[in-house]
Structure formats: structure tokens, C-alpha cells
Nanobody, 123 residues
Framework: QVQLVESGGGLVQAGGSLRLSCTAP????????VGWFRQAPGKEREFVAG???????RYTESVKDRFIISRDNAKNTEYLQMNSLKPEDTAVYYC?????????????????WGQGTQVTVSA
């Protein structure tokens, strides 16, 4: 079992920035694909960004050029830097991990999930 712990959510005005963090105590992120998903009220959980075990990154179209996924290997922490935030970015954001090679954007492919962190963007 892989435990994932997210942090960094909060309330921000439109145009602002937040950085989410995801750690996996006792695990090395280089052995996993790591993804970020979000779920707004009444909507399905959707893929936001992710990094495969080989280092390939993917972003959903609506966040390209605004969100950046990165990793600090020394801290074993994955980050999602979110810039130019919009009210439609408001959601609970989840960190996910998967030990298999490759990376799919469907939530069902990912085996391990964090508890989620709320991101609220005010107009």
C-alpha cells in the first residue's frame, strides 16, 4: 500500500498561484508514475497532469501553459505549480500514483490516491 499525502490547497483570487505538494512516506517517487487529478462538485474526477516513470509529462489541454508538474528527488516530493488560476479550476485536487509503466489519464488506471486538497479560486 502506498500512502500519498497532499498539501498546499487553499483560497486564491483569479490570476493567482498555488503550489500543491504530494509526498509518499517510505516510497521513492521514481518508482511510480505520479498524476494529479481534480474533481469539482457534481463532476467526474478528471486528469490534470502527470509524469510517467520514464519522465514523460502530460497535461490536460485546459491547464497547459499554466500548470507545471515537477519533482524534488531529495525531498521525494511531487509538485503541481498552478499559475493564472481561474474560477473553473476550483476543485478538490488529488495526487495519484501507479507502479506500472506508461501513463493513462483515466482515473481507474491509478491504484494509489491521496486524500485530496481543496483549491478554491474566487472571481
Amino acid at each position: 500500500q502506498v500512502q500519498l499525502v497532499e498539501s498546499g490547497g487553499g483560497l486564491v483570487q483569479a490570476g493567482g498561484s498555488l503550489r500543491l505538494s504530494c509526498t509518499a512516506p517510505g516510497r521513492t517517487f521514481s518508482s511510480y508514475a505520479v498524476g494529479w487529478f481534480r474533481q469539482a462538485p457534481g463532476k467526474e474526477r478528471e486528469f490534470v497532469a502527470g509524469r510517467s516513470r520514464s519522465g514523460i509529462t502530460r497535461y490536460t489541454e485546459s491547464v497547459k501553459d499554466r500548470f507545471i508538474i515537477s519533482r524534488d528527488n531529495a525531498k521525494n516530493t511531487e509538485y503541481l505549480q498552478m499559475n493564472s488560476l481561474k474560477p473553473e479550476d476550483t476543485a478538490v485536487y488529488y495526487c495519484a500514483a501507479e507502479s506500472r509503466l506508461g501513463m493513462l489519464t483515466t482515473a481507474g488506471w491509478w491504484n494509489y490516491w491521496g486524500q485530496g486538497t481543496q483549491v478554491t479560486v474566487s472571481a
